[in-house]
T-cell receptor, first 111, second 117 residues
Framework: QKEVEQNSGPLSVPEGAIASLNCTYS??????FFWYRQYSGKSPELIMS????GDKEDGRFTAQLNKASQYVSLLIRDSQPSDSATYLC???????????FGRGTSLIVHP | GAVVSQHPSRVICKSGTSVKIECRSL??????MFWYRQFPKKSLMLMAT?????????EQGVEKDKFLINHASLTLSTLTVTSAHPEDSSFYIC?????????????FGEGSWLTVV
């Protein structure tokens, strides 16, 4: 059973701070990793994908992948109240085209 | 980025009737689409994987005769909730894989709120 674990939160950070969201996965041969943002009552929207160890930056977002530790994270710099949402981590294994989603972490950015 | 359109966004139906939800990939061909169900404040639950030109693969516990999935073309998959009951009321979301572009990424439709009365 492939598992993707996320702390459900809520994670509360002040506006302007860095929000750090974490995700661990059980399948060692996982190859593709995605972060999605889901606002309440809406469907998920893709923020970033990452496939190689290290950091990948896109604007205020940085994804970090460590395959040895089976760990992927998302950093949000200069957090804004509009970043308040649930963040979903998704993982795909080698040769598997069915992503496994975590339960999501609720992020609250307060003014 | 790629766009996946889902319709209708909201539907109310009477108990015992059937409802069809459409999922279209607008600017790419999707050989694989996924259907999810989500209850308020709960996680996504994968219902089935829809493959163009073949039968859908249903997850354990999902009734294939109740949730009919058809993937007749590379840009369209449909989910039909048959003989709907109030417990079927939920948020249904489709997603499609852009296999040839965008790093094989999965994009979600806007979701469909189903209320069975």
């Amino acid at each position: 059973q492939k598992e993707v674990e996320q702390n459900s939160g809520p994670l509360s950070v002040p506006e302007g701070a860095i929000a750090s969201l974490n995700c661990t996965y059980s399948d060692r041969v996982s190859q593709s990793f995605f972060w999605y943002r889901q606002y309440s009552g809406k469907s998920p929207e893709l923020i970033m994908s990452i496939y190689s160890n290290g950091d990948k930056e896109d604007g205020r977002f940085t994804a970090q992948l460590n395959k040895a530790s089976q760990y992927v994270s998302l950093l949000i710099r200069d957090s804004q109240p509009s970043d308040s949402a649930t963040y979903l981590c998704a993982v795909e294994g080698w040769g598997s085209y069915i992503p496994t989603f975590g339960r999501g972490t609720s992020l609250i950015v307060h003014p | 980025g790629a766009v996946v359109s889902q319709h209708p966004s909201r539907v109310i139906c009477k108990s015992g009737t059937s409802v069809k939800i459409e999922c279209r990939s607008l600017d790419f061909q999707a050989t694989t689409m996924f259907w999810y169900r989500q209850f308020p404040k709960k996680s996504l639950m994968l219902m089935a994987t829809s493959n163009e030109g073949s039968k859908a693969t249903y997850e354990q516990g999902v009734e294939k005769d109740k949730f009919l999935i058809n993937h007749a073309s590379l840009t369209l998959s449909t989910l039909t909730v048959t003989s709907a009951h109030p417990e079927d009321s939920s948020f249904y979301i489709c997603s499609a894989r852009d296999q040839y572009n965008s790093g094989n990424t999965i994009y979600f439709g806007e979701g469909s709120w189903l209320t069975v009365v």
